[in-house]
């Protein structure tokens, strides 16, 4: 059995959304297959880029169904390309009919940080291990981890249970997706674990969501939160603090061409912000400068949004 715990080459069935009128309606479903590394998931990120460029028309993921073999995600690829078949609009892509978008609701998990900026989410994970949480900041994933290990059960036991595979428990716990509404309502009868989440008709939107004032500030992305956030503070009052991430300004008028940089322009001149962070990360990052500055702002992880 393999370690829990450790970053893996991770088979995938992956769901890439495409919008063709400019809104958050689906109008067509990529339905494909990777192997991505769950410590630096650069491959299916990188698909994602490549997708999204040379194309008007806005693209961004769905969801994802981790396997537990390479196998078994090319069956479940062909057995969704014959499902929808009549509904194949190019290659890869289905119209997104009711029925598509219902399966993802249902079986993929939800929204991960597969597809976002991230230098190492190891070593993210570790420095967030390093310090203790309150109660209440517990996560549905940390609880979910908590209640299986309570109960004597692998990661593999409880996927056996509610009908998934081992990684994508993984992810759940890791809270670096959401569980579909399918797997979500099996946890909630095995653990009643429903009390800490919202209900999953609600649309996940983005992982991180900022409240500054009476404006909670949630874009489409984790990232492009961050940025939007620091952009508000004032980039040029959070460059004078001097952190560093990754060995590198956090933001910096240089640019660095092997980082993770995002290049921000403003009335006073051109910055880079480094954007190798985890979601956790971006939180720390966030909620400390808020205390340097003596700001009141909160920071919230799988904040839900309304459709």
């Known amino acids: 059995m393999p370690n829990e715990n450790q970053d893996e080459k991770q088979p995938l069935v992956y769901f890439i959304a495409k919008g063709n009128f400019g809104d958050k309606q689906p109008d067509f479903i990529k339905v494909g297959r990777t192997i991505t590394d769950l410590s630096k998931p650069d491959t299916i990120l990188k698909r994602l880029k490549t997708l999204q460029t040379g194309n008007e028309a806005k693209i961004w993921d769905i969801g994802v169904i981790p396997f537990d073999t390479v196998e078994e995600a090319s069956r479940e690829e062909k057995r969704l390309h014959s499902q929808f078949g009549a509904f194949r609009a190019e290659g890869e892509w289905f119209i997104a009919t009711p029925r598509l978008l219902k399966f993802i609701k249902y079986q993929a998990v939800q929204h991960t940080d597969l597809f976002t900026e991230e230098d190492s989410i190891e070593a993210a994970h570790a420095k967030e291990a390093e310090e203790p949480k309150e109660a209440e900041e517990i996560s549905f994933g940390e609880r979910l981890a908590k209640e299986r290990e309570s109960a004597d059960m692998t990661q593999e036991d ?81 460059k004078k603090l001097n952190k560093y991430e990754s060995k590198i300004p956090l933001i910096s008028v240089d640019e660095f061409p092997d980082k993770a940089q995002r290049k921000v322009k403003t009335e006073t001149g051109t910055y880079y912000i480094f954007s190798g962070l985890a979601i956790a990360r971006m939180k720390k990052i966030l909620e400390n400068i808020a205390s340097c500055l003596n700001l009141d702002i909160k920071v919230f992880i799988n904040q839900a949004k309304k459709k």
Do not use: W
């Open 158 to 238: 409880l996927a056996e249970k509610v009908g998934c595979s081992r990684g994508h428990i993984a992810l759940i716990e890791q809270n670096r997706g959401r569980p579909g509404k399918s797997v979500y309502k099996k946890l909630v009868e095995l653990f009643g674990l429903e009390s800490l989440e919202p209900p999953t008709e609600t649309i996940y939107r983005n992982s991180l969501a900022v409240q500054m004032k009476e404006r909670l500030i949630s874009e489409k992305t984790g990232i492009e939160t961050f940025i939007k956030v620091i952009e508000e503070i004032g980039i040029e009052d959070v």
